[in-house]
Antibody, heavy 112, light 112 residues
Framework: QVQLTESGPGLVHPSETLSLTCTVS????????VYWVRQPSGKGLEWMGR???????SYNSALKSRLSISRDTSKNQVFLKMNSLQTDDTGTYYC??????WGQGVMVTVSS | DVVLTQTPPTLSATIGQSVSISCRSS???????????LNWLLQRPGQPPQLLIY???RLESGVPNRFSGSGSGTDFTLKISGVEAEDLGVYYC?????????FGAGTKLELK
């Protein structure tokens, strides 16, 4: 069955770079797109960007200058890197597959 | 970017009541391939979102048929015909026609 699992540090200091990994199973990254979505605590969902099945990427306009999404198809992993983190980047980060299959999410706190 | 306006922000209902949520888009969600990629998600407390409806009106496998979706172009509606206790949570519309994809702000369904 389709599974997505996010991993990464729970705490990041302000101005540092966030690195997250989405490990998938039950499907191929060359067949389906994977998206990153985040949710500040108690707030709504924000689409961050996507890794398409063909390796192309698209990004949220507001995050584009800080965000990079890449993948390693041999390891079934999609990566998110976002730099210059601030406290309002605190929240839960999800990876989700085309068709809206979701991982459980990873909580990231930005604090000194 | 496409803006999705969801109303109402909060909905109070009794068990068995029928309710509707509106999602209006700032531009048509009709894709050049003829599909309209408007989806509805439910996020229960402490859980990742789950897909309820895709392509405006198609019910995801396993979702009860008291949920239904309708609409076209820029105006869409999710209807719950007879709210049950397990339906409580936050409902989001999300469009995947135009990148970057975007979410509505959410509608919280509460018990009256």
């Amino acid at each position: 069955q389709v599974q997505l699992t996010e991993s990464g540090p729970g705490l990041v200091h302000p101005s540092e770079t966030l690195s997250l990994t989405c490990t998938v199973s039950g499907f191929s990254l060359t067949g389906y797109s994977v998206y990153w979505v985040r949710q500040p605590s108690g707030k709504g969902l924000e689409w961050m960007g996507r890794m398409r099945y063909n390796g192309d990427t698209s990004y949220n306009s507001a995050l584009k200058s800080r965000l990079s999404i890449s993948r390693d198809t041999s390891k079934n992993q999609v990566f998110l890197k976002m730099n210059s983190l601030q406290t309002d980047d605190t929240g839960t980060y999800y990876c989700t597959r085309e068709g809206w299959y979701w991982g459980q999410g990873v909580m990231v706190t930005v604090s000194s | 970017d496409v803006v999705l306006t969801q109303t109402p922000p909060t909905l109070s209902a009794t068990i068995g009541q029928s309710v509707s949520i509106s999602c209006r888009s700032s531009q048509s969600l009709l894709h050049s391939n003829g599909n309209t990629y408007l989806n509805w998600l439910l996020q229960r407390p402490g859980q990742p979102p789950q897909l309820l409806i895709y392509l405006v009106s198609r019910l995801e496998s396993g979702v009860p048929n008291r949920f239904s979706g309708s609409g076209s172009g820029t105006d869409f509606t999710l209807k719950i015909s007879g709210v049950e206790a397990e339906d409580l949570g936050v409902y989001y519309c999300v469009q995947s026609t135009h990148a970057p994809y975007t979410f509505g702000a959410g509608t919280k369904l509460e018990l009256k």
